[in-house]
């Protein structure tokens, strides 16, 4: 039997160390594949800790794996530490204010998920090797969440292979199971080449990227009446031709995300897409190159892992605010644009199950000091991530933990700030006390695996793993990352 305030009371008494991690992942602030300094603070920690680390993993300078132990069932804890362009913003103030304009900045709190997992990672080792037991521990540094599909390519790089169970959690606004479906996604650039010519002396010379791009976007909105109600489509103009109207635009490029509930899904829209590209290409006289930037797979739910996860959870209880938290709290809430809350409409339907009671905590609260009931339907949440192709070949779970405000819109200058802050940090440390018990219950009881495999087995329905990147496209990992390592 596990002693839990063994681990419990070394968290607690070792937290500071690990605050201090994540509020220097935070002001690294690194983005996709850039996580340079953030990667090897995580590294130097594990190595310190007689983790044995293998590093630069599937093309990815900053992936690396951390493992202890050799024998028994494999838990996996994941961890991600990539920040989000452009939303510099400076540490606990309700203000919107830049570090550095346009500057990179943590609005999804990643820098929080990393240290928690590896927190968790490290707690667990040490009750491993005190206690002289077997199982094995492994944290998992994977890169690029924030449109990089790191764990996409770690997964289709084996790494998972041998792992037994897979756990994670994330940076919230309510205590709960995270354990949803989320949206499978491919996102493509598409590259128009054309003729340039003068627009005014020879315009009937010139073939236009930008007009192309124009009507692939005209065409993808007539295309959106189409598509699944559960399925989505976004795009960016990433290169629009230059900034003369009286040049034709020889260069065009769209960058598209395309989202759907399952993988099979969303590559019968994207080949849809594709057509619509061709068909501006076509009309334009131009031609279109299409670059598949990065894929993720739906999310696959566990419900053995979920209710161990939510018996930890009720065991270590929600993180609790102190008034001056809350305070805090209520003047970011009032920087909100809308008094709407996106908690509000995810939980909207399970008014009944979650009670009444609950459901007005989640419209009127600051900091949600409760556990959601682990009842919730599953429901197909209107996001992704690449969490979702470790679910595919590893049964996985995770927790959502209080880290900011109810309504603080998810990449946001009002996460950066709040990310950092004694409520933040809060919640990490719950987040890493029900990781590191559910994986030591799991490493116990081998039979809790097997129940954990079979769903997944029952779940893919004889639907085999297939990663949605193809084999010959490598991670879009900057040049200068690699010579730093
Ligand atoms: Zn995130």
Not at 125 to 143: A, D, H, S
Request: aromatic letters at 8%; one cysteine or more.
């Amino acid at each position: 039997m596990v002693k839990s305030e063994t681990i419990l009371n070394w968290i607690e008494e070792n937290k500071e160390r690990f605050i201090k991690m994540a509020n220097d992942i935070w002001e690294f602030a690194e983005i996709r594949f850039e996580e340079v300094k953030s990667a090897k603070l995580q590294m130097k920690v594990l190595e310190e800790e007689g983790f044995e680390v293998s590093k630069g993993l599937a093309d990815m300078p900053t992936a690396f794996i951390g493992t202890y132990g050799k024998e028994g069932p494999v838990i996996a804890l994941l961890g991600e530490y990539d920040a989000l362009a452009g939303l510099s913003q400076k540490p606990n103030t309700c203000e919107k204010e830049p570090i550095i304009p346009n500057g990179h900045g943590h609005g999804c709190g990643h820098n929080l998920l990393g240290v928690g997992s590896l927190l968790a990672a490290i707690s667990v080792k040490r009750y491993l090797e005190k206690n002289n037991l077997e199982g094995t521990i492994r944290y998992y540094g994977c890169p690029g969440e924030e449109g990089g599909s790191g764990k996409t390519y770690m997964v289709r790089d084996g790494l998972f292979t041998d792992v037994d169970i897979a756990l994670c959690w994330h940076p919230f606004s309510t205590n709960f199971i995270f354990n949803l479906a989320s949206l499978s996604n491919i996102q493509a650039y598409f590259r128009f080449k054309g003729i340039s010519a003068h627009a005014a002396a020879g315009p009937q010379f010139g073939r236009s990227a930008l007009d192309a791009v124009e009507l692939m976007n005209v065409g993808a909105n007539y295309l959106r009446e189409h598509i699944d109600s559960d399925a989505r489509l976004h795009y960016a103009i990433t290169n629009t031709g230059g900034n003369a109207p009286n040049v034709v635009q020889a260069d065009a490029e769209v960058l598209y995300l395309v989202r759907a509930p399952t993988n099979q899904h969303t590559k019968e829209i994207y080949e849809r897409v594709i057509k619509v590209a061709q068909g501006a290409a076509m009309m334009t006289e131009t031609e279109v190159e299409v670059i598949l930037d990065k894929a993720t797979s739906n999310l696959i739910p566990n419900n053995i892992i979920g209710s161990v996860l939510f018996d930890k959870f009720i065991e270590v209880g929600p993180p609790q605010f102190t008034e001056e938290e809350i305070s805090f709290g209520e003047d970011i809430q009032a920087s909100f644009a809308t008094n709407e809350r996106s908690e509000v409409s995810m939980f909207a339907n399970f008014k009944n199950i979650l009670g009444k009671e609950m459901f007005d905590k989640i419209k009127n609260d600051v900091l949600f000091e409760d556990i959601l009931p682990n009842k919730i339907p599953e429901i197909v949440l209107p996001g992704s991530t690449d969490v979702g192709d470790v679910s595919w070949v590893v049964p996985t779970s995770q927790i959502g933990v209080t880290c900011v405000a109810l309504g603080t819109p998810g990449h946001s200058w009002q996460e950066v700030t709040q990310v950092t802050t004694s409520a933040g940090h809060k919640g990490m440390i719950v987040a890493a006390k029900v990781l590191a018990l559910t994986a030591l219950e799991f490493i116990e009881k081998s039979e809790l695996i097997e129940e954990a495999k079979n769903e997944l087995v029952n779940r893919l329905d004889s639907n085999n793993y297939e990663c949605p990147i193809p084999a010959e496209v490598k991670p879009s990992v900057p040049k200068w990352v690699f010579n730093e390592f």
